[in-house]
């Protein structure tokens, strides 16, 4: 893959009231917001609001990883142990191959802050087809939890606590032949072995 290729980046929000309009939807804006900050290099974003359902679920993942060919998916929302939470189930089901540790490391994020943290099943995976590749992940709901998983958790002077995931997401990207991107490190610094390291080269 050349570094001429924009990201792209497919957003979806899984919530049945905000897919239904009885509240404002707050974790694609917050995505979107995150990303903005983040990302250093040029990408795209396709976003979707749909309910708790997983027929739909993975019909979305499905679509925005094979026809609108993302390179990175998001979802926020549907991970926790109720009934209508069925996003991770939905994952696995579009996968190809499962990324544990994304999971691990989330879920180690917000033990920082909430003992509920053990009650998300936040996943990722990796969905292949013949000439492309999308990597998948479930983040929290709550805009605040959604900026820390990705960026994680510094102190007063900037020192890094722990580690956000998105730290890691580049060079994943690269490995499953996607488009070098590169972050801002104040935000979150991509970490990428030196081998792996390149130039980046602007739009062409």
Request: with cysteine; glycine share 10%.
């Amino acid at each position: 893959m050349t570094n001429n290729v924009a990201l792209r980046v497919g957003l979806v929000s899984v919530s049945d009231r905000a897919s239904g309009g009885v509240y404002a939807d707050q974790g694609i804006p917050a995505l979107q917001a995150w990303l903005a900050s983040a990302l250093t290099t040029p990408f795209e974003v396709e976003t979707r609001l749909i309910a708790d359902e997983r027929p739909q679920i993975e019909a979305t993942l499905t679509e925005l990883a094979d026809v609108a060919r993302c390179h990175l998916i998001l979802t926020t929302g549907g991970t926790g142990p109720a009934r209508r939470d069925v996003t991770p189930e939905a994952t696995l089901a579009v996968g190809t191959k499962e990324m544990p540790g994304f999971g691990e490391q989330m879920r180690q994020i917000s033990l920082h802050f909430v003992p509920t943290a053990i009650l998300s099943r936040q996943t990722a995976v990796i969905r292949e087809s013949a000439d492309h590749a999308a990597l998948i992940l479930n983040l929290p709901g709550q805009p605040k939890a959604i900026a820390e998983t990705l960026g994680g958790l510094k102190d007063a002077d900037g020192n890094t606590l722990v580690g956000g995931i998105f730290a890691a997401i580049p060079y994943c990207i690269d490995l499953i032949g996607g488009p070098y991107a590169e972050t801002a490190p104040a935000v979150c610094k991509a970490f990428r072995p030196k081998s792996a390291l390149r130039p980046v080269q602007g739009p062409a």
